[in-house]
């Protein structure tokens, strides 16, 4: 079986967001493998920790220091001072997460959350393509 669906999120705020429930809810009852494809190139998607919050903050601490706004080498900044470093960011943890599922049940570890990572100063909706492919 292959079971595919478009979701839209956000918009949200700058940062990292976990949205594991967001995407869990819209799974089949199979057994199989189960991609998600961000739509985007401005923010991204990863799987960590969810259950302390100050892990996302470190993470978008360490992403605007090794990706700094303030950096005037960046060319492609059309769309403001976040243009480029936000695709850089986004480069960086990747457009797709995917993770086993049995039985309809996400088989993610007991910490693990799936974020979607907004690099964009002002965040917009984010499409993002769920497949389930399995029995």
Not at 52 to 77: C, G
Not at 104 to 120: D, F, K, M, N, V
């Amino acid at each position: 079986m292959v079971f595919q669906k478009e979701i839209s999120l956000g918009p949200y705020k700058r940062g990292f967001h976990i949205i594991s429930n967001k995407i869990f809810n819209e799974l089949p009852i199979l057994t199989g493998i189960v991609h998600v494809f961000i739509k985007h190139t401005s923010a991204s998607l990863t799987i960590n920790e969810n259950a302390d919050p100050s892990v996302r903050e470190d993470f978008e601490t360490h992403f605007n220091k090794m990706v700094p706004e303030e950096a005037n080498y960046f060319k492609h900044i059309i769309e403001g001072p976040d243009d480029m470093t936000s695709h850089i960011k986004s480069s960086l943890l990747g457009s797709s997460i995917s993770f086993p599922i049995k039985n309809g049940i996400p088989q993610t570890g007991t910490w693990q959350g799936i974020y979607l990572c907004e690099h964009r100063n002002s965040g917009c909706k984010r499409n993002l393509v769920i497949t389930a492919i399995g029995d």
